[in-house]
């Protein structure tokens, strides 16, 4: 079987596991893929330098909301970075009310630009969105429907409906194997099958029973086990589809082994 990690962030150098070890631990599962995801101007940069040098490694350039503070000089730097050809989307940017490192001005401001570059370029978005849904969609409605997915879903089904009307894509990872919110497993449940992407957003969020431990691209396969068992899906059906989803999405070629 075959996974994709369309999110994590082994990239950067503060990342406390030896980078090749853990893609190849991550090949051996069946995760050869993996796309590298940047959160501000530094750590776009060093994705796409990262994804340079190695066929299977992608990278997506954005600026997080906590970061959209750094305004405008930021993101003519994130312009800079295109065209490139191992930059398959944009993000990860969008709203963040619980922590609110960013002013609400400023997160509008920084997700507007993004959204317009990726409909410039017509690349597809990786959108943070927590606690922000109410104004995230006027925003995202003011866009011709560009493409993209809602990574490291955790709300409702009210609003997972209204990310499927508007023909998102739903990233889940290692939180639904340790949730206790019920609410957040319906969700999971009912994604369709066609709009649903493995992530492990690493180092952060390990899955059960490794938690404590660094997360690594290895470990979708692990939430992909519970996900399949959680769903009454066979895994060889969620990892053949996440996996064309992927693919679909962000135009990643298929793997040659």
Known sequence: ???????CHIHE?????????????????????????????????QAVMYASDKPTVWASIGLHPHDAKLGNDA??????????????????????YFYNHSDKKDQFAALENQMQL?????????FHVRE???????????????KGVVHSFTDTTTQLDKALNRDLYIGLNGIMTFTKDQKQL??????PLERLLLETDAPFL???PLRG?????????????????LRGEELSTLAAATTKNARQLFGLPKHES
């Open 132 to 146: 922000a849904f109410d104004d995230f969609w006027p925003i995202y409605d003011n866009f011709s429907r560009l």
């Open 13 to 45: 150098p503060d990342y406390k596991l030896p980078e090749k070890e853990a893609r190849e631990r991550a090949a051996a599962a069946g995760v050869d893929t993996i796309i590298c995801v940047g959160t501000d101007v530094t750590t776009s940069s």
């Open 213 to 229: 431990k660094i997360n690594e691209p290895k470990n979708v396969s692990i939430t992909a086990e519970f996900l399949a068992q």
């Open 186 to 191: 319906a969700a999971a449940k009912a994604v």
């Open 1 to 7: 079987m075959e996974f994709i990690d369309t999110h």
């Open 118 to 126: 990726a409909q410039d370029n017509t690349l597809p978005m990786i």
């Open 75 to 96: 993101f003519t730097a994130l312009a800079q970075l295109l065209p490139n050809k191992n930059i398959v989307a944009i993000g990860e940017c969008g709203l963040d």
């Open 206 to 208: 390990t899955p059960k």
